[in-house]
């Protein structure tokens, strides 16, 4: 669980909010008709006490005057009405498309996130700082600025009104601001901190949930419902915690303020009273006064509401604003190289070293050399930490060496775009990955454009087509998350057929038929075999048959390469090869 957040590192609420100015900028439209009918609803409101006092002190004298002034009320309220619907409208509207505009900027700031920051961030974090964080800026753009705005405008409308219609009682009603102002601006640093630290403790939870669901086979496997009902219990449990001393912080501040202002209100009301009995004042005169400053002092109530809201929604904005102020460590040039064309796929790793950023003490690889010519099938073999995961990392510029240098077709793979240089790779994990769409879709994954026809081929390859079109609707069947409806060795065959299908010149194979059964290895082998044909392949080996399908064997150990040649060469060595063969490739 990450510790609370520093009070001293928290950024105050106008800093934080100041960061969705650009995105309601992107909607002028929206927020200029907004404003119009902000400004009219205003008015209108303004305008209702002229009205009561003129029912009040004109209306009862005549059928006309009484025609008249309730007719003018009545106009008041039509126009009341239809701005206030309009405020809404085009307020509401603003408030979905700019979460709706952070959520895509935030979500593609994401993806183009390197490894490390991955490696150091909890998924179900991101979830919650994507969904429950945002949730609160559309209140704040959606209502809450809205509110406040309004608020102010009718606290400075009603201030005017107020002294024009009676300065002296107007002098009362303003000796209760500061007494509302001064709990307002107290609790509020105390309310963005408990805030803050709500919100992290809802995060802690979602990532808790995200990553139980994820592995709830295993969870089930080990009948760990109970302790994992426990375990979330008690985030839920710290997360209610933590906001009940935000809600009772809330709520003082609410009521200390709405006590102030009305009992200043209740004061000058009082007063009033006895200047409508002294002749000093008309009834109708006080009936204004009063509903200004009910107004008013509803409107100071109203922003003292939008102050809270505030102090929660910046908590919020301040973790998106930490996420947008990540920086991605692997980039691209400003003026990237270009491959050659066609790619012949020659690799050379020179002198290589590179050290995870959340393992800075110890070398996944230390010194590493390898060259592959184009069209050659290496295997890599080693312990589990000898870095063999780490080599193609490096090669698809997951992370960037310390020292050294990554090439392909003699071009530093630094010099490259990211994205143009991952485009001639495929890469078949050994654990599959499949998303919660169609078979097609992801098969299609490796190569969008492709045709039906170049889909169904890639299949037949992999071994796919046949229990693929014995789904329900085909390939059209949706596969379930993580592809639940499909077994292990079925989700490794449609990662194969992706792979096929994006006939890259590059192939990383980790142990593509590691979860297929012997009938299926042996077709998909066959079908792999043919796509190796004039390709480069680095394959990641832990069985026999693939190992003596390459044509050289490299052995790893610690981040060094210890020995390479053919199975019966490093089998006749004796050594850590022959150690690994016989404990594991021969089982």
């Known amino acids: 669980m990450p510790d609370a957040p520093d009070p001293s590192q928290t950024k105050a609420p106008l800093s934080s909010l100041r960061a969705l100015w650009p995105f309601v900028q992107r909607q002028r439209g929206l927020f200029i008709a907004w404003l119009i009918a902000l400004a009219a609803s205003s008015t209108a409101t303004l305008s209702l006490p002229l009205a009561v006092r003129r029912m009040i002190d004109h209306g009862f004298s005549s059928a006309g005057n009484v025609d008249a002034a309730f007719m003018l009320l009545f106009l008041v309220t039509v126009a009341l009405a239809l701005a206030t619907a309009a405020r809404f409208y085009f307020v509401s509207l603003l408030g979905e498309r700019v979460v709706a505009d952070l959520r895509q900027r935030l979500y593609g700031h994401l993806l183009a996130l390197d490894q490390a920051f991955f490696e150091r961030t909890r998924s179900g974090e991101l979830v919650s700082r994507l969904s429950a964080d945002t949730e609160l800026l559309r209140s704040v753009v959606g209502s809450s600025m809205s509110v406040a705005l309004r608020s102010f405008l009718m606290v400075l409308g009603s201030i005017v009104m107020l002294v024009v219609t009676s300065p002296r009682l107007a002098a009362y009603a303003l000796v209760g601001i500061p007494l509302f102002v001064l709990p307002i601006v107290m609790g509020g640093r105390r309310l963005q901190k408990i805030s803050r630290q709500s919100q992290d403790r809802v995060a802690d939870a979602n990532a808790l949930a995200s990553e139980v669901l994820g592995a709830v086979r295993t969870v089930q496997a080990h009948a760990r419902e109970p302790y994992e009902r426990g375990r979330f219990g008690d985030a839920v449990a710290r997360a209610v915690a933590t906001a009940r001393k935000r809600i009772g912080v809330q709520a003082i501040v609410t009521a200390v303020a709405i006590t102030a202002i009305f009992g200043a209100i209740t004061i000058v009301l009082w007063s009033g009273a006895h200047d409508v009995i002294a002749g000093r004042l008309s009834a109708g005169t006080l009936g204004q006064f009063v509903l200004y400053a009910l107004f008013g002092g509803g409107s100071v109530g109203a922003l003292a509401e939008v102050w809270n809201e505030l102090q929660r929604a910046a908590g919020g904005m301040g973790r998106i604003s930490e996420l947008l102020d990540e920086r991605a460590h692997v980039v691209g040039p400003a003026r990237p190289a270009a491959l050659p064309q ?63 240098h990554v090439r392909v077709d003699d071009v530093d793979v630094r010099e490259l775009d990211p994205a143009a240089l991952r485009e001639h790779i495929a890469l078949v994990p050994q654990s599959p990955t499949i998303f919660a769409t169609t078979a097609a879709d992801n098969i299609r994954y490796g190569r969008l454009g492709a045709s039906d026809g170049e889909l169904i081929a890639a299949s037949k390859s992999a071994e796919a087509h046949e229990f693929l079109s014995e789904l329900p609707d085909g390939y059209a069947s949706e596969l379930g998350e993580r592809g639940a409806r499909l077994s292990g060795g079925q989700q490794q065959r449609v990662v194969i057929a992706r792979a096929l299908l994006k006939n890259a010149p590059i192939l990383l194979l980790d142990e593509a038929t590691s979860a297929l059964d012997a009938q299926s290895e042996r077709a998909v082998q066959h079908a792999l075999e043919n796509l190796m044909q004039g390709r480069t392949t680095l394959v990641i080996a832990h069985r026999l048959a693939t190992v003596l399908k390459a044509d050289r064997i490299v052995v790893m150990d610690r981040g060094r390469i210890i020995a390479e040649g053919t199975h019966d060469a490093l089998m006749a060595q004796d050594g850590l090869y022959a150690e690994l063969a016989k404990l594991q490739f021969l089982d």
């Open 342 to 404: 066609p790619l012949r796929g020659e690799l050379h790793f020179d002198d290589v070293v590179f050290r995870y950023p959340s393992r800075p003490d110890a070398a996944a690889l230390d010194g590493f050399t390898l060259h592959v010519r184009p069209g050659e099938t290496v295997a890599l073999v080693g312990p589990s930490g000898a870095g063999k995961s780490t080599v193609f990392s490096l090669l698809l510029r997951f992370h960037d060496p310390q020292s050294g």
